[in-house]
């Protein structure tokens, strides 16, 4: 029953043929980008997400063919040994209480053009690309004050500082995009009993 209800509908449009001035892995890519861009849009409609949204990243089990070496199958083939599964990664956010997903980024590889560019500061200085993916898939709850937790990929206190600009909070574990990160200061700060905070 799903799949004759899957043949029925219809996501993404591709061309038959790829147009010449086109890449093979956009090309292959156009398959699936309209259900992430429909996915998106439906998700930031319809959906209200607790106060508190998790951002992480996913991978989608793939045993096929692929990679930007071939011209079919998956066109960005990711393995990562601290990962169970390969194939296709996505950077996501989800609500922290239901575990609803609420935003898809497919991680396409160096030769795709990334969604995330247009929040990269209007002409500031360059973000990190962590904090870029962050603000792409935060941007439908900007200035609702929400409460946003991100693993190391996506912290740094530009990140913090980036999503406080747009209306939301931040935890986050820092470990390498320390400026600005007042490390003198919490060194010598004194904490008299267990369970106080700065």
Not at 40 to 65: K, T
Request: net charge negative; with cysteine.
């Amino acid at each position: 029953r799903f799949d004759i209800l899957l043949s029925a509908l219809v996501w993404s449009h591709q061309p038959l043929e790829k147009p010449p001035d086109m890449s093979s892995e956009e090309y292959r890519w156009m398959l699936v980008d309209g259900f992430v861009t429909n996915f998106n849009s439906h998700r930031a409609n319809n959906f209200l997400p607790s106060e508190l949204i998790c951002v992480d990243e996913s991978m989608s089990r793939w045993y096929g063919q692929g990679g930007s070496w071939i011209n079919h199958g998956l066109p960005m083939y990711v393995a990562i040994d601290r990962k169970p599964e390969n194939g296709c990664e996505i950077q996501n956010a989800a609500c922290g209480v239901s575990g609803v997903m609420l935003r898809l980024k497919l991680v396409k590889g160096g030769t795709a053009p990334d969604e995330e560019d247009e929040h990269n500061g209007g002409g500031a200085a360059p973000m990190l690309h962590g904090t870029q993916v962050l603000l792409y898939l935060l941007s439908p709850w900007y200035n609702t004050q929400r409460v946003v937790c991100a693993d190391s990929y996506f912290a740094s206190v530009g990140a913090a500082q980036e999503l406080m600009r747009n209306g939301l909070r931040f935890i986050g574990v820092v470990k390498t995009a320390t400026r600005h990160f007042p490390k003198v200061y919490l060194s010598n700060l004194e904490l008299t009993q267990q369970g106080d905070f700065s």
